[in-house]
Structure formats: C-alpha cells, structure tokens
C-alpha cells in the first residue's frame, strides 16, 4: 500500500561513535559535535584488571547547543570565561553533555580516580588535581602540584539562586549520581581554596558546575578505543619540586625532597673501595653512578647521611613488601610508592617511569664481582639498603632492594657480598 503525503518516513543514522569508536590521538580527543580538541589523562585504579583503565577529559567540557543554552553558563556570562575554563552546567544538562561514548563520571567513578593518584602519598589528592598556577590558596595551602596531569582549574560556580562563587578559590565537578534521599540533590567532588583535600559534596541540581567526561576501557570495550601515539607527559616539566644539592667529594648531586625527608636523586658516583663503572665506562659512571660492593656501600654517604632504612622488629610488619616500603623511605615516607612514579623518565629499555616523585631512579644494572661480569643496564634499578634491628646497624645489616622494568613495587634481591649495586643516601 503507498504512503499517504502526510506520513513521514524515519531514516535512522549511524553515528561516528558506532563507526569508529573514541580514538585519541596524540593524547587529545576531538569533539566531532564542534571539532574541540580535550586533552585525556589515563587514570588506573589499584584495583583495575592489568589492561582496564579509565579515561579522563583533562579540562573541563565547553560545549553547548540549543538544547543546554538556557541550563548552562559561561562564569558571569562572559565567554572568555568558557575558553579559560569550560562551561558550567546544571545536573539534568551535564548528564546530556557529554560527547558520544563518553558520560558524567559515577560516584565509584570519581572515588576510582582518588584511589588512582592517592596511593603515592606524596602530597594530599586536592594538591594532585590542582593546577599548578591560577588557584589563590590559603596561608596553609599548598600550591597544586598537578602530579597527574588532571588540570583542575578553579572554575567557580553558578549558584542556584543565581550569585557567583569565585574563579581563583573554587573547583565543582557533577557526577551522574543523584541523591535516594533527595530528588532536588545529587554527588559531586570540590577542590577549594582553604584545603588540600579532594572533597565530596551533595549539591543542588539547579548549580552550574564544571564536568569531566570519562570512558572506561574494560577488556569487554577495548576495541571500541583507538588509541595512537603517546599521552601528553608537558605536565611532568611542571610539577613543582623541593630540589636542593649535596656538594661532596667534587661533585655536585641533586637532591629531592618528599613529605619532608631528603634524598639524593642521583646515584652515588664517589670513587673509594671496591667500586665500578658499568662495562668499566666512565661515561656510564656519569650518567648512572658507581657500583659498590657491601663493605663500601654501608660507608660510602657523606657525614649527615645515610642508607636508606628497613626497620624490622617484632612490633611491626615483617612482610618482604613492608620492609621494602620502609627501606624506601623510614616510617614509610614513600609507602605504596609505585614503580612508574619513582622510575626516571629516560634510561629504561623498557616501561620508562614518569619520574613523578622527582626521585629520579635509574637502571644502573649491577656487577657480579666473582664473575666480573656486569648484568641488567637499562632493565633493573639495585639499591643499597640497611636493615636496622632496635638501634644496632652494622655491615651485616645492609641488604638490596631492586626494582626490573615489568615489577609495580620493590622487591628484595640478592645481597650477598658477591655483588656491587647502587647508592641512593638519605639525609639524617
């Protein structure tokens, strides 16, 4: 039977999303909708399956079309403001905002990335997420360190009876989870200007707040992302850093300060004892330090300095990963610290590190002085540690830790005396 004039016939499309899925290239997705280009940051939960990850906008969504005009805001209406820091939506149109394939993160979404950047312990997580200028932070504040490359503007808000919270001092961010107890409120995530912290909030919907679009990458979706060249690592130049020196000896090393304490964060390069230079090089000595055998690494720190400390003792953890944790750092400064934040950035043959904590290791490989055979250059970073039992520490206390290119964490290795590692000193 033919159609009447009057019936309208339904063509269905195929979106670019069902054709060709999210593809990032260079770091950067682009918005089909109006060809923007956001920066995405890897966020990867401790708790996440080897290949599974999530993928985060890196700045703050600006789009708007006819349908989110009236329900979201450039900061006091001033376009620049949508430029600098992304538009501001109320709840009901950040869940619609989002490009295809992507969504407002869930609450278990926001809490997967806190487990993702917090198990560092080197500065809170509002320090992490903050960018490293344009935050006007209080007396006790510290300024944003940007450790993962979340770019956390101070984006403001609109309030929902219609007033303004400032740029400079405040960051609101939705997620899809709205409130059982409460139909007009729904989750979000705050950074301010008074605290360090990564906080969560109840909110009411009608506010006009920031939001990040997310993906997860799952072995179920893995083919729906096409993901070309390297994520965007600018960031990492940034990162401000409590650097300082150690002169000795002639030389000069860079130090590095973490929740306070300070080490070397260059290997020890002092010719005294039974020492090497990898493949007897001195070039190799320059970049990665001298290897010492046991009796010279236990002596060989400046005065003031010392190994890095496993304490074991009956009243405390005596696991292999606990005393690790502790050599790396005494009562452990550098607990749950992972191997792509302390691994340097250069040097690897393979899974180079992102250096986040400044601590700079390197893969200086060792030497088995029985064999007189060097082993492991670019794949296994070996460092000197002592293990002190109540106040007594002597040679026989020293042992190593190593970290290869494929482990998360450190672990023991071999410490007899027929080796010669690296040095890594921590200032008294």
Known sequence: MACSESEEHVVKTISDYELNGITIKDGFYTDNRDNHKYRIMMAKSPESYVDDYDLWFAENLDYVDSALEDSSWCYEDNKDNCEK??????????????????????????????KAIDGDRIEPAGTKLKTVDQWQNGDSVSQGSNRYGFYGLPAGRKNVEGGW???????????????????????????????DVLGYGEYYKGHGMSVRCMASRTWAT???????GDFDSTYLEEIPRHEGK??????????IEIWGKTYMAENMNYETGNSWCYNNSADSCKKYGRLYDK??????????????????????DTSERAAVLRAMGVSRTLYDFTAEETKSIEGWVKEPGNNISGFNLLPAGGYDIGSESFFDLGYTAYLWVNKEYADSADLH????????????????????????????????
């Open 85 to 114: 820091y992304g538009r501001l939506y109320n709840w009901s149109a950040a869940q619609k905002a989002c490009p295809e394939g992507w969504h407002v993160p869930s609450r278990t979404d926001w809490e997967n990335l806190y």
């Open 165 to 195: 919270l400032p740029t400079g001092k405040f960051a609101y961010f939705w997620s899809s989870t709205a409130s059982i107890a409460d139909a007009e409120i729904a989750n979000g995530w705050q950074l301010t200007y008074e605290t």
């Open 222 to 228: 893995k083919d729906v992302f096409h993901i070309e």
């Open 295 to 316: 009796e010279t690494a236990a002596k060989v720190c400046p005065e003031g300095w010392k190994l890095m400390t496993a304490t074991v003792s009956e009243e405390v």
């Open 397 to 428: 206390d020293t042992i190593s830790v190593a970290l290869r290119y494929f482990d998360v964490n450190f672990n023991i290795a071999e410490n007899g005396g027929n080796f010669a590692y690296s040095v890594r000193c921590l200032k008294e």
């Open 246 to 255: 150690l002169e000795y000896k002639g030389q000069t090393y860079k130090t």
